[in-house]
T-cell receptor, first 116, second 113 residues
Framework: AQKITQTQPGMFVQEKEAVTLDCTYD???????LFWYKQPSSGEMIFLIY??????QNATEGRYSLNFQKARKSANLVISASQLGDSAMYFC?????????????FGKGTLLTVNP | EAGVTQFPSHSVIEKGQTVTLRCDPI?????LYWYRRVMGKEIKFLLH????????ESGMPNNRFLAERTGGTYSTLKVQPAELEDSGVYFC???????????FGPGTRLTVT
């Protein structure tokens, strides 16, 4: 069963505008973590932001924020003031906390293009 | 601090040949993971080392894949014999125990012809 769903294969945004990348997840584990990674055309995977299932506040890291809606099982990434360098593939991932199981389950990704 | 490094960056081999991928994690990271992304599919977990021990190898596709982490430092992933469906990008990641973030390497693009 698919556990991470990213419904937007591609997104376009104008430079300096904000954009939301969608991510929904499915788990029966009460303790889990949600991650967003960025993969530019160079190929490396860059960690952006983390949200724990018990965290009360939405995570923020600079221009990145995670809109965590637990009841809806969504963990959308919001990028404010988009820059041309934000053009990349973005992956949502989840880690279920069962013992020492740290493996990540990824979505298919969203290709973001920032237009000048 | 150096990041996760992987070698080679790209490998092209013929079906039936053997290939060995190498991953050097960030120094001090006990946890090392291998993931794979086949064209058009999600990034999939292959296995997880804690130091030199295999913690979870539930994602290894079959016995043609062998991963080792001798001495708890670098890791190798050998594919023998390679099949066409093994083509994809193989990522390595590492993390400190108790820390959420996994830091990924640049990946090895494997092409089996």
């Amino acid at each position: 069963a698919q556990k991470i769903t990213q419904t937007q294969p591609g997104m376009f945004v104008q430079e300096k505008e904000a954009v939301t990348l969608d991510c929904t997840y499915d788990t029966s584990d009460p303790s889990y973590g949600l991650f967003w990674y960025k993969q530019p055309s160079s190929g490396e995977m860059i960690f952006l932001i983390y949200q724990g299932s018990y965290d009360q506040q939405n995570a923020t890291e600079g221009r990145y924020s995670l809109n965590f809606q637990k009841a809806r099982k969504s963990a959308n990434l919001v990028i404010s003031a988009s820059q041309l360098g934000d053009s990349a593939m973005y992956f949502c991932a989840m880690r279920e906390s069962r013992g020492s199981n740290y493996k990540l389950t990824f979505g298919k990704g969203t290709l973001l293009t920032v237009n000048p | 601090e150096a990041g996760v490094t992987q070698f080679p960056s790209h490998s092209v081999i013929e079906k039936g040949q053997t290939v060995t991928l190498r991953c050097d994690p960030i120094s001090g990271h006990d946890n090392l993971y291998w993931y794979r992304r086949v064209m058009g599919k999600e990034i999939k977990f292959l296995l997880h080392f804690v130091k030199e021990s295999k913690q979870d190898e539930s994602g290894m596709p079959n016995n043609r894949f062998l991963a080792e982490r001798t001495g708890g430092t670098y890791s190798t992933l050998k594919v023998q014999p390679a099949e066409l469906e093994d083509s994809g990008v193989y990522f390595c990641a590492s993390s400190r125990t108790g820390i959420h973030e996994q830091y990924f390497g640049p990946g090895t693009r494997l092409t089996v012809t």
